[in-house]
């Protein structure tokens, strides 16, 4: 054979242009890509969702401020809560459990690739559509504004009347679409568990992030169809003239309070979930023991999914409803306390004797721990209808759910961040920058949110764009700024750290960790068709076996 | 590369169910949710409309349409069979029927909203009624409409000669599908014409 009928690939073909890349990455139906685009895609909104938070805390810096106009404070708080919440958690956590799910129980993709694709694209696109009412609420007229409704839309302020232009039809088209795409991504993730599981891999096999995923998949089913339901009324309502929510017409203000809050509080346990399985997961690798409880987990999870469809209208309580329905819900509210305490003791118990390794993921866990604890304490604080009469609309209110989606889902999220980024990466992150960005957000976190529970206490009411001074709320309200301002540290820190380390950073590895489960048994990053030879396990902990051939875990489950 | 390398009991048999029927049990549940909000709201506002017309003025039970939905259950059900057993020809014929029986229904839904804008006055905007019933049951109209898409261009496969019996569990699940539409049917029609008449 002659040299020259070799045809060597040139060095165009050998990397590929920009266009043929972003194509790939536009096209792609890898479940491991299109978990990365929604973790990127979520990142980007956290940082808008952040400056929109940032805005009204500068605002409230001192009675009296004028950097916004009422207006504006209106359209960042409602846009504010509609992102993180559904631009912003709910997407990293699909991201997560598209990315990790296959990898975890030994499958080379989703059940539903072109699904998984298609989920993507419409919650992407339906962030567009939120901003696009930032040009385009006003329609030909040009200069638009963003909804200014609040996240919970209560009627009548959603009404043709009360909301004149396009802005509230943004809103519900953006939540409209990305419900769509959330279904979607349950539903694939309800397929994939159930249908794609590896050779021994049984239920009682799962690592548990497969299971609290699943059963957050369970949830965005039941709670997200809802919503769904209630933006088509409120599209009926607004574009064909329904009557749905129109108090004029007979229709009611309160129905839709219940449809939303029937979404919305079993909403608050499908972004924590995920959360309790990236805890599930790092707790008991740098704890260097097996999770305890893993049955007893398992059942409080399905527990925590069944209570949490009972519970919405202790949102409702300052509305005025009968004394049995306050009576039940404060019950099933408090009950939802007792199988979330048990994983808090489970995890405690796995640290229990374990051989701790302070590394930035399980510091970020710790940290969950405790503040978790707290968010769940005020939650049931609140639970108690007298008492949630009191501080109802409070900024004490706004402190608890905080606390929880801060400093419960957001610090499990970051540990997760760190913990497979060398995974998606192939690179291990900076350690001394991850614990700069945990103490940054650490000591952020704490003078926001602690100090925000005291001016709701003295009794200021949220969503006030301004406030008169000598009502004690003042200092608070600079400490609770001041916070803010060590937390955009942190989440500058962080981000730097991912760039940083992605471009720079030393070589992974395939296991960095000594981990357990099958996702670090592939190369880092993992090849499009993950495993090889498709794996076979006998125990929870299949790494452990393979590690361990003379103690093997399958000999004791 | 290292896989696991433990191997399983040769005894363990490793099956699991099928990712299709999984997925469309998995949407069927949302769809439920769905439609379950929409019941409620109808049962809800149930006499409280504050002008005419009111559904026992206006509503009669479409009962020959109903028997005609119903019964195409029965004969998906039976075309998924055929299917099964390998008889593409007679699996095209209950998949026919099937999609007449639809169609039927359909009309008849078009037909009664056609007498009740044009004779009755009443359209979505005349009073809470007209909002929750054309919501209701144009929200499984809709349901319908896909399901008969979705039938047909299997029915057009069919005679091009490309559905064989390979293709029998994708069928299985399409069937489902209708099965789901059928049974919430029952649903709306209890709400809508017995309950809230």
Redesign the interface.
Known sequence: MSTESVAWPNRAAASPSFVDHLHEWVTTVDHKRLGILYIVYALIFLVIGGIEATVMRIQLIRPHNDFVSPQVFNRMFTMHGTTMIFFVVMPVLFGFANYLIPLMIGARDMAFPRLNAFSFWMTAFGGLLLYFSLVGANGLYGAGNAPDVGWFAYAPLTSQTFSVGHSTDFWTLALLVSGFGSIGTAINIIATVLCMRCPGMTLAKMPLFAWLNLIMAGLVILAVSPLTAAQIMLMVDRYLGGHFFDTQAGGSAVVWMHFFWVFGHPEVYVLVLPAFAFASEIIPVFSRKPIFGYPVMVGATIAIGFISMSVWAHHMFTVGMSSAANTFFVISTMAIAVPTGIKIFNWLATMWGGKIEFKTPMLFCIAFLFQFLIAGLTGVMQAAAPFDWQLGSSYFVVAHFHYVIVGGILFCLFGAFYYWFPKMSGKIYSEPLGKLHFWLFIIGFHLTFDFMHIPGLLGMPRRIYTYEPGRGWDTWNLVVTIGVFFQAAGILVFLGNLIWSYFGGEPAGNDPWDAWTLEWSTNSPPPVYNFYTIPSVRSRRPLWDLKHPDDPDWKYE | ?????????PE?E?K????GQ??MF??I??????????VV?YL??IG???SGPMPSEVLSPPILYTICLLSSSLTIHLAAKSLRGGKVRSFGAWWLLTIILGAIFLYGTASEWHRLIYKDGLT??T??FG??YY?LVG?HGFHVIVGLLALSSVMAFTTFGAVKQEQAERIDVLSLYWHFVDAVWVVVFTVVYLIGR
């Open positions: 590369m290292c896989a696991t390398s433990t191997t399983l009991p363990l490793w699991l169910p099928a990712r999984v997925g998995a949407l549940g949302a769809e439920s949710a769905i439609f379950t909000i929409f709201a809800f506002y409280k409309s504050l979505i905007t009073n809470l909002t929750t919501s929200l």
